[in-house]
């Protein structure tokens, strides 16, 4: 523990005392957070089966009858159960070394001094200290606000950053993208939004496998007729040994027994059920080597019969990164080179940012200055050393940043609305009309005049005499296997949706972008959520509303502003309708329907809780992993039947 300065702001925090208090009542943000399935859970999806019961049942006759040569029957059942068993610990213990990181650290206000502490040493009621880069450690209020900016895209999809003003709540998981801040915590360790969700999720269930079902569906037919056919056999036994009673005096109805256990377990098909976890086993080691993690067997084939598959956007079809699509000019042609030089200057000076970052990597490209061109730009505006050059950082308060050129001309770069706002009416226009179609767009502006700042005032004015100089288009990075992948499920015939916390215009814009079309390739159906039937979303769907949610999303490709718990009820509605059906997704809201849907799929980059309780994990995060999955799973399908045919 480190203590620094004592914080600008006035809060003082809680005191040494309040502390103790609520580490004593355990109201504290300690809260240990699987991973992965346990050892244990895995042990017994394994051990308790209908196949496992029937054989074990005779094994246990048979050794207790004594007859130690019989029960050569038992190696069946031990392998069978090993092999499931260590094939998915195996992936448990690779899932596990994926999550060892680096213990994050908070900095928290305490009896008015700044002090850094464990992330699990932040208690109830704590006033915590945001900065960029940082995890939001615990649900809460915020107190101040320098420019916050938060990324929820983790918990609710929406890819755009919130700016939380005093007295907003912020949500543990959550990242600081931008600004500092001030916040006091208001629900800690298992009773935070992102544990509660994550919590709900992981209630234990298995995949559903048509293969061991049907197996299943044998072995209980026959679990059905194995006690009198059981019985009709020691009988016979019994006959010929004269009666029951020689039989019991001369202890010949023990071999009766166990040539009655013997032509029951006779009756149960070993070898099918045996090659058909040996087949599971060869395809989860081969899917290991393609970085496809299979933490169930059975998922395996299921993919292979997937026709509706469910794509969150964030993380999953694109990056969740932006990258700069266009620069145009004020008459919506090309942009001029003093354009992208202030552009470039821009981006370089002050405080980092998303935005900064993505005008500034696209610039580099080839396509607009290259990594040269972009230095040389910024030597000419005098930004060869930031030293010496003024400027104004990005405030989501002003929602513009600005800086001052070496030949005296101010540029401004921020939101159309605020920066061109009695200027430029018809590239405001212009830019409102991209917008619209899902794009993010940031205005930039000239003046000869520098900005103002007014007698007692802390925040700087914008210069009257602003003019258009361009619009900076930023778009979603799209993944660049996620077009080649959706092409090959469309193939198939798997229906993909797209489902998304972020505004249905822009979920359209990066589907379309991404290659996602309709079945019957037509136009997109684009829905938002907010529209959807009453009920869906609650946690307590009844039939008829799964069926009302069922006939409104049959048609659409796209779904806009989805929350964590309507992602289940879609799910949840398709499979109502016989569909089997793949989630795919990365942040703690998609927990919720990956665990409901025949098949949860994760990014080896996404939450801890997603990856826990996904089916399959994709542990470099590249979609175009997942036409080898199907190929394999299909080669265990017809490998399979083979063998039932044999």
């Given at each position: 523990?480190?203590?620094?300065?004592?914080?600008e702001?006035?809060?003082?925090?809680?005191?040494?005392?309040?502390?103790?208090?609520?580490?004593?009542?355990?109201?504290?943000?300690?809260?240990?957070?699987?991973?992965?399935?346990?050892?244990a859970?895995?042990l017994?999806?394994?051990?308790?089966?209908?196949?496992?019961?029937?054989?074990?049942?005779?094994?246990?006759?048979?050794?207790?009858?004594?007859?130690?040569?019989?029960?050569?029957?038992?190696?069946?059942?031990?392998?069978?159960?090993?092999?499931?068993?260590?094939?998915?610990?195996r992936?448990?213990?690779?899932?596990?070394?994926?999550?060892?990181?680096?213990?994050p650290?908070?900095?928290?206000?305490?009896?008015?001094?700044?002090?850094?502490?464990?992330?699990?040493?932040?208690?109830?009621?704590?006033?915590?200290?945001?900065?960029?880069?940082?995890?939001?450690?615990?649900?809460?209020?915020?107190?101040?606000?320098?420019?916050?900016?938060?990324?929820?895209?983790?918990?609710?999809?929406?890819?755009?950053?919130?700016?939380?003003?005093?007295?907003?709540?912020?949500?543990s998981?959550?990242?600081?993208?931008?600004?500092?801040?001030?916040?006091?915590?208001?629900?800690?360790?298992?009773?935070?939004y992102?544990?509660?969700?994550?919590?709900?999720?992981?209630?234990?269930?298995?995949?559903?496998s048509?293969?061991?079902?049907?197996?299943?569906?044998?072995?209980?037919?026959?679990?059905w007729?194995?006690?009198?056919?059981?019985?009709?056999?020691?009988?016979?036994?019994?006959?010929?040994?004269?009666?029951?009673?020689?039989?019991?005096?001369?202890?010949?109805?023990?071999?009766?027994?166990?040539?009655?256990?013997?032509?029951?377990?006779?009756?149960?098909?070993?070898?099918?059920?045996?090659?058909t976890?040996?087949?599971?086993?060869?395809?989860?080691?081969?899917l290991?080597?393609?970085?496809?993690?299979?933490?169930?067997?059975?998922?395996?084939?299921?993919l292979?019969?997937?026709?509706?598959?469910?794509?969150?956007?964030?993380?999953?079809?694109?990056?969740?990164?932006?990258?700069?699509g266009?620069?145009?000019?004020?008459?919506?042609?090309?942009?001029p080179?003093?354009?992208?030089?202030?552009?470039?200057?821009?981006?370089?000076?002050g405080e980092?940012?998303?935005?900064?970052?993505?005008?500034?990597?696209?610039?580099a490209?080839?396509?607009?200055?290259?990594?040269?061109?972009?230095?040389e730009?910024l030597?000419?505006?005098?930004?060869?050393?930031r030293?010496?050059?003024?400027?104004?950082?990005?405030?989501?308060?002003?929602?513009?940043?600005?800086?001052?050129?070496?030949?005296?001309?101010?540029?401004?770069?921020?939101a159309?609305?605020?920066?061109?706002a009695?200027?430029?009416?018809?590239?405001?226009?212009?830019?409102?009309?991209?917008?619209?179609?899902?794009?993010?767009?940031?205005?930039?502006?000239?003046?000869?005049?520098?900005?103002?700042?007014?007698?007692?005032?802390?925040?700087?004015?914008?210069?009257?005499?602003?003019?258009?100089?361009?619009?900076?288009?930023?778009?979603?990075?799209?993944?660049?296997?996620?077009?080649?992948?959706?092409?090959?499920?469309?193939?198939?015939?798997v229906?993909?949706?797209?489902?998304?916390?972020?505004?249905?215009?822009?979920?359209?814009?990066?589907?379309?972008?991404?290659?996602?079309t309709?079945?019957?390739?037509?136009?997109?159906?684009?829905l938002?959520?907010?529209?959807?039937?009453?009920?869906?979303?609650?946690?307590?769907?009844?039939?008829?509303?799964?069926?009302?949610?069922?006939?409104?999303?049959?048609?659409?490709?796209?779904?806009?502003?989805v929350?964590?718990?309507?992602?289940?009820?879609?799910?949840?509605?398709?499979?109502?309708?016989?569909?089997?059906?793949?989630?795919?997704?990365?942040?703690?809201?998609?927990?919720?329907?990956?665990?409901?849907?025949?098949?949860?799929?994760?990014?080896?980059n996404?939450?801890?809780?997603?990856?826990?309780?996904?089916?399959?994990?994709?542990?470099?995060?590249?979609?175009s992993?997942?036409?080898?999955?199907?190929?394999?799973?299909?080669?265990?399908?017809?490998?399979?039947?083979?063998?039932?045919?044999?």
């Open positions: 523990m480190s203590t620094t300065h004592p914080p702001s006035s809060v003082n925090g809680l005191s040494a005392a309040q502390v103790a208090e609520r580490v004593s009542a355990g109201q504290t943000n300690e809260y240990r957070e699987r991973t992965s399935r346990s050892a859970q895995i017994r999806a394994n051990v308790f089966t209908i196949f496992n019961g029937i054989l074990g049942a005779a094994l246990v006759l048979v050794l207790a009858l004594g007859h130690w040569a019989d029960a050569l029957f038992g190696f069946v059942l031990v392998l069978n159960t090993a092999t499931g068993t260590l094939a998915e610990i992936a448990k213990r690779a899932l596990d070394r994926l999550s060892v990181l680096e213990t650290r908070a900095v928290v206000v305490r009896d008015g001094a700044e002090t850094e502490v464990a992330v699990g040493q932040v208690v109830l009621d704590d006033v915590v200290r945001l900065a960029a880069g940082q995890q939001v450690p615990a649900d809460g209020e915020v107190l101040t606000s320098d420019g916050l900016e938060i990324d929820e895209s983790i918990l609710t999809g929406e890819s755009r950053p919130v700016r939380p003003v005093s007295g907003a709540k912020v949500m998981g959550t990242t600081v993208t931008a600004g500092t801040g001030l916040f006091r915590t208001t629900a800690v360790g298992g009773d935070a992102a544990h509660r969700l994550a919590r709900e999720a992981r209630r234990y269930s298995l995949v559903v048509e293969l061991q079902a049907g197996t299943n569906r044998v072995l209980h037919w026959i679990s007729v194995i006690v009198p056919v059981a019985l009709v056999l020691v009988w016979s036994q019994l006959r010929l040994s004269g009666s029951v009673a020689e039989a019991w005096s001369s202890g010949a109805w023990r071999h009766a027994a166990v040539a009655g256990i013997a032509g029951v377990v006779s009756m149960v098909p070993q070898g099918l059920v045996l090659l976890s040996v087949n599971f086993a060869t395809a989860s080691l081969a290991a080597r393609r970085n496809v993690l299979v933490q169930e067997l059975p998922a395996v084939e299921v292979a019969r997937v026709d509706t598959l469910c794509l969150d956007k964030t993380g999953t079809i694109t990056t969740g990164r932006i990258r700069l266009e620069i145009q000019g004020p008459d919506g042609g090309e942009a080179l003093e354009v992208l030089s202030a552009l470039a200057l821009l981006s370089t000076v980092a940012n998303a935005t900064a970052d993505a005008i500034r990597e696209g610039l490209d080839s396509e607009w200055l290259g990594a040269q061109g972009l230095q730009a030597s000419s505006a005098g930004a060869g050393s030293d010496g050059v003024e400027s104004v950082p990005f405030s989501s308060r002003r929602k513009w940043s600005a800086v001052r050129d070496r030949s005296g001309t101010t540029w401004v770069l921020g159309p609305e605020i920066v061109l009695g200027h430029s009416a018809s590239v405001l226009d212009r830019a409102r009309q991209i917008a619209a179609r899902g794009m993010r767009v940031v205005a930039l502006a000239r003046s000869r005049s520098p900005w103002r700042l007014a007698p007692g005032e802390e925040e700087p004015r914008l210069p009257d005499d602003l003019e258009a100089a361009g619009i900076v288009i930023l778009t979603e990075e799209i993944r660049p296997d996620a077009a080649e992948t959706l092409a090959y499920f469309r193939r198939q015939g229906d993909a949706k797209v489902i998304s916390g972020d505004s249905p215009e822009t979920v359209a814009a990066v589907a379309r972008q991404a290659g996602v309709a079945p019957d390739g037509g136009e997109l159906v684009v938002d959520a907010r529209t959807l039937p009453a009920g869906a979303g609650s946690g307590q769907e009844t039939e008829e509303d799964l069926e009302r949610l069922a006939d409104a999303v049959e048609d659409a490709s796209v779904l806009g502003r929350t964590p718990e309507q992602k289940r009820a879609l799910v949840r509605a398709l499979k109502s309708r016989g569909h089997v059906v793949a989630m795919t997704g990365d942040g703690v809201n998609d927990a919720l329907a990956l665990k409901d849907a025949d098949l949860g799929i994760a990014m080896g996404g939450a801890p809780a997603t990856k826990a309780v996904a089916r399959l994990v994709l542990l470099k995060g590249e979609f992993a997942l036409p080898g999955v199907v190929a394999q799973g299909r080669r265990v399908m017809a490998n399979t039947e083979r063998i039932a045919s044999l």
